[in-house]
């Protein structure tokens, strides 16, 4: 069979996009006039930040052979879009600058690769670059797969990219089939107002063809087809089928995101007992924020603006609740801080909303002096009491110049990690393998690394599973009422240090008001950190023109007086804006 499916896998900003131009533009996919950068990049977001975020299929025809392309994302959070676009292919170009050399998210994306089974045609890119070390490159792809062929290439200008086709055409299988009964992989899917949900599939077995009826395996939800086809930049194209190993979409009248599950299988609806394909990774989200809008009057647009970028984006997970402080809102899961960033940046620009966003926090499990075991993912909801609480551990892998190999070890023994491994991967580079608690890496551990490191450290993380920990939950309080928007869980041993910072934050932020205003945190009734914010005063004295002292005295006494009733009964209004500045949250 004259196909051949295959992804191109790398870290952010080796060329990815770059690569897939020159490929549409060699297999007169499009004409030169259509190639613009970044083709498959539609997004304004994922242009702007030179990252892919969502993944684009692409079919393009060179001599008698098909080649189905998977563009994927290489940002750490989301892997779990590369682990959907592996199943549906049998090759990977594993694309590494040649100024830069092999990075963190580089290796995670080769073991996913390796896991599948695929053969990996490795690729230096940017060779025209005059800082580029081809050879010192080159060995560290050999130090990781063995004596391979690399080839060499330079995406931006074209150099060595026809060569590159010809080694896909040779090297990567064409696609086997085991029976002639359907056998579908849905690897990803969108919404469409006027279509509904199109999953977007890999065929293994057999094909699909409008009028038949089809059954989701993990749904059991039957739907007739009523399109098929494949995907070109410039849109879909219909087609009568799609056989065996073809990549494309299927149009079914499916109306909710959720009945169209990444990693199900589509079979005929004839055969139901045809076994699933396995070995699909569920989506979990990796840390929990609430999500308020600045104007408690667009709850409603907020919803729907959630509701609509949740139909593409099967990751998002959210639950409505209520802010004393915020007004009503909704809990929400995400895979990591960018993937966040990447939401309240569609939210602004696509409905217009500004949002306010709640410290990150990750999800507990804790166990009950009732041993009523439960998990947790908002702070406020922490237990003071408690048998035990398990915090989130991953496993996190630095690739670094040995040279600053001393102060990242300080770093991450500071942060809590445990270290598990350190090896060498050429004369000047390590790569350090930690187990550390998620809460360490969700706040600025990344911007750390690559501070210390001047920019050259990569870094990439796996969930590894929960850890016991001495946690408590720390409350903070303003003109003594509880502020639950601003609770936080955190290592009893870093509590304090925590405190300090947030309330010297909001002491800063929170406006003078006409009395003394308290900013205090606590674990359970015991104050650990306190600021205060005098009050405004008002001269009272002004208008007295010499005289009786006394006269000036009894002014400052009723005015005392006044400020005491005050403090006793005003309310202190937390701004929005406050909320944006201590809980706010860069693009990790």
Known sequence: MNIRNFCIIAHIDHGKSTLADRLLEITKTLREDEIKEQVLDSMDLEREKGITIKMHPVRMEYKDYILNLIDTPGHVDFTYEVSRSLKAVEGAILLIDATQGIEAQTISNLYLALENNLVIIPVINKIDLPNAEIERVESQIRELIGNVKVSRISAKYGWGVEELIERIINEVPSPKTNSDKLKALIFDAIYDDYLGVIPYIRVFDGEIRPKMKILFKSTSREYEVLEVGYFHPNGRI??????????????????????????????????????????????????????????????????????????????????????????????????????????????????????????????YEVILTNEEKVFINNPKDFPDYYEKAFEPYVLLKIITPSEYLGNLITLLQNRRGIQRNLFYLDSKTVEMEYEIPLYEVIFDLFDKVKSLSRGYASMDYEFIGFKEGDLVRVDIYVANEKVDALSFVVPRIKAYEVSKNIVEKLRSLIPRQLFEVKIQASIGKRVIASERIPPLRKDVTAKCYGGDITRKRKLLERQKEGKKRMKMIGRVEVPSEVFLEVMKIENK
């Open 238 to 363: 219909k087609k009568d089928k799609l056989s065996s190993g073809e990549i494309g979409y299927v149009v079914a009248n499916i109306r909710e995101i959720r009945e169209a599950r990444v990693g199900d299988t589509i079979v005929d609806a004839r055969y139901p007992q045809t076994i699933a394909i396995e070995g699909f990774r569920e989506i979990k989200p990796m840390i929990y924020a609430g999500i308020y809008p600045i104007n408690p009057s667009e709850f409603e647009e907020l919803r729907k603006a959630i509701e609509k970028l949740s139909l593409n984006d099967a990751s998002l997970v959210y639950i409505p609740e209520n802010s004393p402080a915020l007004g009503p809102g909704f809990r929400m899961g995400f895979l990591g801080l960018l993937h966040l960033e990447i939401f309240k940046e569609r939210i602004k620009r696509e409905y217009d909303l500004d949002i306010v966003i709640t410290i990150p926090n990750v999800e």
